[in-house]
């Protein structure tokens, strides 16, 4: 099969690699329709984590289920389905709980938990950005879709990331009905974390970023877009909300933040939070940030130590959460609101393209260029 192939800092290729098969009778493979590329995939393509080379890319996938494992009863061939990014088994100590997030079987690392499709440090399962993926204890984790799963498919496919992720920010950060809040980041992430907080019926919601584009969508949908490059973010944020910081608030960028002179500080935006929102708020983050990984010294972990002013965090009386997303504790609501028409999550996309198409994608939106918001790869045309 074709796969979008990992072959060192900044180099992909579209590869023929040995087709995805079922290794175990709770497998399924699944024919992909839609795939997205995804911020957390540049931290791999730019060579900041030790991603073997070889390897697929690919953790946001829509497909058709086209091989069912002896021991798979519920999922059928013909079935078009999400993947959460998320592989649990279901069953461990932790999937009991709900925290398919940190399912301790599946990861191999000792003293680890949580695996995903095509990622560094979380385990050998091989990405969606290809022709067909394998999908591990396909029972629990696809989620199905319904009858117009074809015609929306640049929605439901932001069902196995990007949403769920958007709006569990929104979750950790208790977003309430009539609360202002500012979300820092106007990526794919910080604009579904805007979507879902709007969604949730907030009151004023502020987004922070510099690229235009990026600022504009997050306009189009009814949030106060706030560019960092002409001033400070968190006097902006004073402003709207009379000088007394936003209820909530949402960190959607990571350890890759910038400073106001274009320079990384994985700090930035976690103090600008402390800043921005109000004595007591709570803060969802969902940017990531990285410890050191076990099999040896990582860039990205050195850049991932972020020395936030933990004493005004303690002295405002605020919360944070922090973490991978749960996809499957929300993508069956969020499924429903794409299906009725309540929700849009497509309105991110700005590019629809070929796998072939994939290596090329990669550059532009790893330069962030204008109009690269999120592009979905379509591997069977
Ligand atoms: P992205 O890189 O496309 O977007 C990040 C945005 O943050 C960019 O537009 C950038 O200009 C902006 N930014 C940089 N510094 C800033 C600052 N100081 N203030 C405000 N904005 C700033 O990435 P994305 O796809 O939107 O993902 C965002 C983060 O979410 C990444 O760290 C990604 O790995 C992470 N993520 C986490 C989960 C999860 O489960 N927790 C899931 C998916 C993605
Ligand atoms: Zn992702």
Redesign the pocket.
């Given at each position: 099969m074709k796969a979008l192939v990992y072959h060192g800092p900044r180099k992909v290729s579209v590869d023929n690699v040995a087709d995805a098969a079922i290794q175990k009778p709770t497998d399924v493979v699944v024919k992909i329709t839609s795939t997205n590329i995804?911020?957390?995939d540049?931290?791999m393509y730019e060579g900041r984590t030790d991603f073997e080379e070889g390897r697929i890319f690919g953790h946001e996938n829509v497909g058709e289920v086209v091989e069912v494992g002896d021991a798979v009863d519920k999922i059928q061939v013909g079935d078009m389905v999400s993947a959460p990014?998320n592989i649990s088994c279901g069953h461990c100590r932790n999937c009991e709980h709900g925290l398919t997030?940190y399912c301790i079987r599946m990861q191999p690392v000792d003293g680890w938990a949580g695996a995903a499709y095509g990622f560094a440090d979380m385990g050998p399962y091989a990405g969606g950005q290809a022709e067909f993926l394998r999908v591990p204890y396909a029972d629990f984790n696809l989620l199905r879709l319904p009858e117009d799963a074809r015609e929306k498919q640049d929605d439901y496919v932001m069902l196995s990331?990007?949403f769920p992720?958007g709006y569990?920010?929104t979750e950790m950060a208790d977003v309430q009905p009539g609360d202002s809040v500012v979300v820092?980041?106007?990526?794919?992430?910080?604009?579904?974390a805007a979507y879902s907080a709007i969604i949730k019926g907030a009151g004023k919601v502020m987004v922070?970023?510099?690229?235009p584009d990026?600022l504009r969508l997050a306009e189009q949908i009814g949030a106060i877009p706030i560019d960092?490059s002409k001033g400070s973010?968190v006097d902006a944020v004073l402003n709207e909300t009379d000088g007394v910081g936003a209820d909530k608030g949402c960190e959607?960028?990571?350890?890759?933040?910038?400073?106001p002179n274009g320079n990384e500080?994985p700090a930035?935006?976690m103090n600008?939070l402390v800043n921005s929102v109000k004595f007591t708020g709570k803060i969802g983050?969902?940017?990531?940030?990285v410890p050191q990984d076990p099999g040896g010294p990582d860039q990205m972990a050195q850049q991932g130590k972020a020395a936030f002013d933990f004493g005004m965090f303690w002295f405002k009386g605020q919360q944070v959460g922090v973490?991978?997303?749960p996809?499957k504790r929300y993508n069956r609501q969020l499924r429903e609101l794409i299906h009725l028409g309540k929700a849009k999550p497509s309105f991110i996309v700005s590019h629809d393209l070929t796998l072939d198409q994939g290596p090329d994608a990669y550059e532009h939106?790893d330069k962030?260029e204008e109009s690269w918001?999120?592009v979905v790869l379509h591997p069977n045309g």
């Open positions: 995804c911020g957390s540049l931290h990014f997030n990331d990007i992720t569990h920010a820092y980041g106007s990526g794919p992430v910080g604009l579904m922070v970023d510099r690229h990026r960092d973010p959607c960028v990571g350890y890759q933040a910038h400073d500080d930035m935006t600008n983050c969902v940017g990531v940030f973490g991978q997303a996809i939106f962030r918001t999120k």
